[in-house]
């Protein structure tokens, strides 16, 4: 929700990946080079990195609790909280179906609506065309109303340059 990072992204966070001092994170991995990204860290995802940095016992962010990998043998990362996930959204009364990988929609939304634009967006989700970054952006009502009015603003701005722009042309012509 903070990184736009696919969930297998974010198991396999290695420590070395992980740039505090710059507030960065970087995914050597994924199907394409716009996979293998830097993607920066907001406050929230700073903190908790650096809590998880700090105590990990050997190169994984999230490492397995159980099995190889619990933190007493820490060579394995997490590789799925598929039944972990699926027993929160019980326990939450969450009806409707929702996916881990939805929360990476929910940023793209957001980022949207900040007003990042289409192609940093693309960049830091890790995809090679915009198209796809346009099918994780889901507008909200609200959202494309502000859109409808900061349009609006901007015509009725640009009436007014245009006619002001007029007048002044027109005095400038009487006057010589």
């Known amino acids: 929700l903070q990184t736009g990072m696919r969930p297998e ?3 396999r966070l290695e420590v070395r990946h992980m740039d505090l001092e710059h507030r960065t994170i970087f995914n050597p991995f994924g ?7 830097k993607i920066p860290m907001s406050n929230d995802a700073f903190e908790v990195l650096k809590r998880r940095v700090s105590a990990a016992r050997g190169p994984w962010v999230f490492c397995s609790p159980s099995g190889p990998g619990r933190p007493e043998n820490p060579d394995v990362h997490v590789q799925s909280v598929r039944k972990a996930h699926d027993a929160a959204i019980r326990r939450a009364g969450i009806r409707e179906h929702f996916r881990l990988y939805d929360l990476r929609h929910t940023f793209a939304t957001r980022a949207a609506q900040a007003g990042v634009d289409v192609l940093t967006l693309a960049s830091m989700l890790g995809h090679t065309a915009v198209q796809m970054t346009m099918r994780y952006v889901h507008p909200t009502d609200q959202h494309k109303r502000a859109a409808a009015e900061r349009l609006e603003a901007y015509n009725r701005e640009s009436a007014f340059n245009l006619a ?6 027109y005095l400038q012509k009487l006057l010589q």
Do not use: I, L, S
């Open 9 to 11: 992204e974010v198991f």
């Open 31 to 37: 199907k394409t080079k716009a996979a293998k990204r």
């Open 164 to 169: 002001e722009n007029a007048v002044t042309g």
